[in-house]
């Protein structure tokens, strides 16, 4: 079956612009969570949704926001874009009881590389 | 919080060689681990995990064993492959959730 499918692969800005980020999971995968990964904090956990909901939220400042829609597709939003955005943006899907053990074997897309002039 | 510290790289190895990459972690509960591999300009792929006490991932000749004693989960290959060359990363997630904590990642280069 298809993978994880991020679009934009490559998207140039300039500071202050916004910038959304869409990314289409496996399917039947319900749970989509998004990681920005940069040379200096390596990989770092944005937050996640599940039907439609926020269900966990990492240490990022609210210009970074997301949504989930009925289909399990999903975006993220940066505004007011800054220069440390610059960054591998990577939407990773699962599907909760995949496994019996309750650990949640995520599925990556290939990442939206975004970069801020 | 749930963390993960990993060998810091970067490691070249000549082709046939043996590989260790160290990883040990820190979490509450009982975590599931991870190794995940990123080739160049790809996102991350799973390699193997772990979710009890001394299970044992393994995929392509990779193999990790959760020690929940030494709280690690190294990662080994007897005879590595130019073709294994790609950023490795240990990771740990929490009962059914999402937010995976990684560690920095280790490159590892295999030279023919």
């Known amino acids: 079956k298809a993978g994880v499918t991020q679009t934009p692969r490559y998207l140039i800005k300039t500071r202050g612009q916004q910038v959304t980020l869409s990314c289409s999971p496996i399917?039947?995968?319900?749970?989509v969570s998004w990681y920005q990964q940069t040379p200096g904090q390596g990989l770092q956990f944005l937050f996640e949704?599940?039907?439609?909901?926020?269900?966990n939220k990492g240490n990022f400042p609210g210009r970074f926001s997301g949504r989930q829609f009925s289909n399990s597709r999903s975006e993220m939003n940066v505004s007011t874009l800054e220069l440390g955005d610059s960054a591998l943006y990577l939407c990773?899907?699962?599907?909760?009881?995949?496994?019996?053990?309750?650990?949640?074997?995520?599925?990556f897309g290939a990442g939206s590389r975004l970069t801020v002039l | 919080g749930n963390s993960v510290t990993q060998m810091e790289g970067p490691v070249t190895l000549s082709e046939e060689a043996f590989l260790t990459i160290n990883c040990t972690y820190t979490?509450?509960?009982?975590?599931?681990l991870f190794w995940y591999v990123q080739y160049p300009g790809e996102g991350l792929q799973l390699l193997l995990k772990?979710?009890?006490?001394?299970d044992k991932g393994s995929n392509k000749g990779f193999e990790a064993t959760y020690r929940k004693e030494t709280t690690s989960f190294h990662l080994e290959k007897g005879s590595v492959q130019v073709s294994d060359s790609a950023v490795y990363f240990c990771?740990?997630?929490?009962?059914?959730?999402?937010?995976?904590?990684f560690g920095a990642g280790t490159r590892l280069t295999v030279k023919p």
């Open positions: 990773a899907s699962s599907s909760p009881g995949q496994s019996h053990s309750g650990a949640n074997v995520l599925t």
């Open positions: 399917s039947g995968h319900r749970s």
């Open positions: 949704y599940f039907s439609e909901t926020q269900r």
């Open positions: 979490a509450t509960g009982y975590p599931s």
């Open positions: 772990a979710t009890k006490a001394d």
């Open positions: 990771a740990l997630t929490s009962y059914n959730n999402n937010d995976m904590r």
